[in-house]
């Protein structure tokens, strides 16, 4: 398996692009002739539906001059259509500095709002957290410009999916300044 995290934006879209869909075959149509995307670039598209501001990871699949965008439905979920007066803009992540990785773990947390004793449901939220394994990453050579990042996204290059992740607040378990636990982050879910 192949992951790699990356935290470098380089560029930031303005929002002007025609309306983006949902294809048939799960992946998105994302037109956008002011940018030549390469092939494992992160996008972060930001948008709203209704009043509320949402947003999805897309991982750019560039063959033969064609550029396919696939994301992570379960995380992400998306409509069929968000019009081009919808989209508040996107940032391209691109594999300048990146820590590649041999497995993750994906966690789900929901969480029920009930109210009263008779345990009405009045809300439901999900949230998301992935872990990744030590592999003797030490600490202060590797991982420590990672700790002060805010934003960074992961790229699972096995399904082709992209996530916005935050490191959690965590104690790391350091032994002689290597990890011997997993670093766990939070994933973004807009």
Do not use: W
Not at 48 to 69: E, H, P, Q, W
Not at 84 to 90: E, I, P, S
Not at 108 to 115: D, P
Not at 174 to 190: G, M, P, S, Y
């Amino acid at each position: 398996m192949s992951y790699e995290i990356k935290s470098v934006i380089v560029n930031e879209l303005a929002p002007n692009f025609s309306n983006i869909r949902l294809l048939n075959n799960g992946k998105i149509d994302f037109p956008s002739s002011t940018f030549a995307f390469q092939d494992r670039d992160i996008v972060h598209v930001r948008y709203k539906s209704g009043n509320f501001r949402r947003g999805i990871y897309l991982l750019a699949s560039v063959r033969d001059s064609a550029t396919d965008f696939t994301f992570d439905s379960n995380v992400y979920p998306f409509g069929t259509t968000v019009l081009a007066a919808d989209v508040l803009g996107a940032s391209v992540y691109r594999a300048s500095g990146f820590t590649k990785i041999s497995q993750i773990d994906f966690n789900v947390e929901v969480a029920h709002g009930l109210f009263s004793n008779e345990y009405k449901k009045y809300s439901t939220s999900k949230d998301f957290t992935l872990s990744i394994n030590a592999e003797n990453k030490r600490f202060f050579d590797s991982f420590d410009d990672y700790a002060y990042e805010g934003k960074m996204v992961i790229a699972d290059f096995c399904n082709d999916y992209a996530y916005g992740i935050a490191l959690r607040d965590n104690n790391y378990g350091l032994i002689k300044n290597v990890f011997n636990t997993k670093i766990l982050f939070n994933v973004a879910t807009r």
